[in-house]
Nanobody, 126 residues
Framework: QVQLQESGPGLVTPSQTLLLTCTVS??????????WNWLRQPPGKGLEWMGV???????WYSPALKNRLSIATDTSKNQVTLQLVSVTPEDTAVYYC??????????????????WGQGTQVPVSS
């Protein structure tokens, strides 16, 4: 059974870099079975798809975030990492990692992803 768990720093100060990890259990992140996605949900708003990385390490990003976002894998820890630079209060959200068996570019349909992590809340505030 594949399980995902996000972890992060909690509060982030504006202009700083946000680093999140998604620890995967029950499958290797190098598998060709899954694509590993990051999504987020700001308070009072819908889901936003941020980006995806394949088991081979190829990554694709939302056009709105591509200049600030980097997704990578750490095969030694079986983790997927997210780095978002120059954060602002508009980046305040619950951040999720989610797996998909097909390549989904920008989908925000919850049922398209399984499993999901439980989410980690990231407030951006001074």
């Amino acid at each position: 059974q594949v399980q995902l768990q996000e972890s992060g720093p909690g509060l982030v100060t504006p202009s700083q870099t946000l680093l999140l990890t998604c620890t995967v259990s029950g499958a290797s992140i190098r598998t060709e079975t899954y694509f590993w996605n990051w999504l987020r949900q700001p308070p009072g708003k819908g889901l936003e798809w941020m980006g995806v990385i394949s088991g081979s390490g190829s990554a694709w990003y939302s056009p709105a975030l591509k200049n600030r976002l980097s997704i990578a894998t750490d095969t030694s820890k079986n983790q997927v990492t997210l780095q978002l630079v120059s954060v602002t209060p508009e980046d305040t959200a619950v951040y999720y990692c989610a797996a998909a068996k097909t390549f989904l570019m920008s989908s925000t349909t919850q049922a398209a992803y399984a499993p999901w992590g439980q989410g980690t809340q990231v407030p951006v505030s001074s």
